[in-house]
């Protein structure tokens, strides 16, 4: 069978090496045949966005996002540069931004006040939300309120029902990772029983996360189809229907089509007709 999948947020320029050793283009070769088209390679700070960015622009089926993590804000941000790169072809949203208090409050402002910064970045930009949120869920909730129409995606969304239903009432869509394929994952899977179909996203948020039965080890792209086959179980529907389903809500939220024309000309890929 084959499958089409999207894989909504992945940080390809931290994969494990081992993965690499015959290439980048073997990599997603190899993922392409396990069913994953498209890749979202997701930006966490300026140092690296390059990177993220070089992912982009060799390769037809990746696409960028720039942000700087809740994880990785400092004081010294000038925030310019982010606006200026989120002007790249290949730039389909604005993230991974959020919250992160795993950690502590410590920085609870200075994270509150980059989430802000992207937030108005992308109401400018008329681009969606990459949003990270780690016990946070009421300040995440309440600064998403001025995140305007476009909405974006709650990414590796782990968090109850209560918190999935307000972020889609902002317009935002629920993606579940390897997480939701794990034994004590209950909760979260009852979640996904009940987020409506044209709002479910699929991830590998790789190189973390690994979904069963490859927990532990240096998650890929290609396991994003172990997501796949619990959203079938969980939702008694063939694979190939969540493949088609997800990958539709993605194009919906991100627009790759629109993009493709546009970076087959400005970044002269030749490998989109891959396979
Ligand atoms: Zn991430």
New binding site residues.
């Given amino acids: 069978m084959s499958l089409y999948l999207t894989d909504t947020?992945c940080?390809l320029n931290l994969l494990d090496p081992s993965l690499l050793a015959e290439g980048e283009q073997t990599l997603l070769d190899h993922t392409l045949r396990e069913g994953v088209g498209r890749i979202v390679c997701?930006g966490?700070d300026r140092d690296t966005q390059s990177e993220v960015l070089g992912w982009a622009e060799r390769h037809a089926q990746v696409f960028a996002t720039v942000g700087v993590?809740p994880n990785h804000v400092s004081e010294a941000e000038d925030w310019v540069w982010l606006k200026e790169v989120a002007d790249h072809p290949k730039v389909v949203a604005i993230g991974?931004t959020g919250l992160d208090y795993h950690y502590g409050a410590e920085h609870a402002v200075l994270q509150q006040e980059s989430f802000r910064r992207h937030i108005d970045l992308a109401k400018e930009l008329n681009l969606p939300l990459v949003v990270?949120t780690r016990e946070a869920r009421a300040d995440t909730l309440a600064l998403l309120a001025h995140a305007g129409r476009r909405g974006g995606v709650m990414?590796?969304f782990t968090e109850d029902w209560d918190t999935a239903r307000k972020a889609m009432d902002m317009g935002f869509y629920i993606s579940f990772s390897g997480v939701v394929s794990f034994r004590n994952a209950d909760n979260l899977r009852d979640v996904l029983r009940r987020v409506p179909e044209d709002r479910i996203l699929l991830e590998t948020?790789a190189p973390?996360l690994a979904p069963v039965p490859h927990r532990s080890k240096p998650n890929r792209p290609a396991w994003v189809r172990h997501v796949a086959e619990v959203v079938a179980t969980v939702r008694s529907l063939p694979i190939d229907r969540v493949a088609a389903i997800t990958s539709e809500n993605a194009e919906r939220l991100f627009g790759f089509s629109t993009l493709c024309n546009l970076g087959a000309e400005s970044v002269g890929s030749d490998q989109f007709a891959a396979e």
Avoid: G, R, T
Wanted: proline letters at 0%; charged letters at 20%.
């Fill in positions: 947020h940080h997701i966490v993590h991974e990270h990414h590796c948020d973390w």
